[in-house]
């Protein structure tokens, strides 16, 4: 029996945008995806902002009734307290977040996180009815030696640790090779679909064949509007998490709008 899994597109704009820039950019992304009367049941849309923008964002999304929805890019392991800097997952949840993106290269990278605090980061993002955008995949030197399947699934196994299979069902993991995030890279659609069987394999092994079937794997490192189409063109490949194309409305509209490429 197939499954059906509605394709995500998410835009993580990293640290790009304040808040009246977010405004704008949401306005026009959804001026855009209007236009092209965009069926949102069809392709989801997210975007993933600063967390400074988040409240305006909410407004924006509420006052509009706006159909797109949106996400944090990272979030404490903690509840509350003393943790000057950080932001908990309570206070996402009451921003009206649906996504928080977890374990993300550019955090692993430069905040050191570690696969036990990414499996903290998103047992709490579930505790607190958030979705978390669980973010794997490897680096050049990896991938050139080939071992880019066990080592990305040892990151999702790591990052599963201790989750139950009813809220596994419920997550996004997108693989993004390190080597083409803001390369300008991109990863072959094969290359692409490789590692995202291979994720879905595994939770098949780690749960089972419905969970399995259910969880939509995304894929990013540099999709463009000109690549997201054979890239969605693979059978494990779900949606797209997109940085640098996303900053631009009307090239983001166009990444989910990928469907009109494909029929045009
Ligand atoms: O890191 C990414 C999304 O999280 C990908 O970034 P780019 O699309 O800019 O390569």
Excluded at 66 to 79: I, K, M, N
Excluded at 217 to 243: E, F, H, R, T, W
């Amino acid at each position: 029996m197939a499954t059906t899994r509605t394709p995500l597109m998410a835009g993580n704009w990293k640290m790009n945008l304040d808040h009246q820039q977010a405004i704008s950019t949401v306005q026009k992304l959804a001026w855009s995806l209007k236009d092209a009367k965009h069926d949102y049941s069809a392709v989801e849309v997210a975007v993933l902002p600063p967390f400074t923008d988040l409240r305006s964002v909410q407004t924006l999304v509420d006052g509009d009734k706006l159909e797109l929805v949106y996400g944090a890019q990272d979030l404490s392991r903690h509840e509350s307290g003393a943790y000057t800097g950080e932001i908990s997952g309570a206070m996402l949840a009451k921003l009206g977040c649906t996504y928080v993106a977890v374990g993300h290269s550019e955090r692993r990278e430069y905040h050191a996180e570690t696969d036990d605090l990414v499996n903290a980061k998103v047992r709490t993002a579930f505790a607190h009815g958030l979705t978390p955008i669980l973010c794997v995949g490897e680096g050049l030197d990896v991938r050139k030696a080939g071992d880019q399947v066990p080592y990305t699934l040892r990151q999702v196994e790591a990052a599963l640790a201790d989750v139950p299979p009813e809220q596994v069902a419920k997550i996004v993991i997108a693989y993004e090779p390190v080597w083409a995030i803001g390369t300008g890279e991109v990863a072959t659609p094969e290359d692409a679909q490789e590692v995202c069987g291979a994720i879905r394999r595994v939770l098949g092994e780690l749960c089972d064949q419905t969970v399995a079937e259910g969880v939509r794997v995304l894929y990013g490192g540099s999709v463009k509007s000109g690549n997201v189409a054979q890239i969605m063109a693979q059978p494990d490949v779900d949606g797209a998490l997109v940085g640098g194309a996303s900053l631009d409305p009307e090239e983001f509209a166009k990444i989910a709008r990928y469907q009109s490429h494909v029929t045009a």
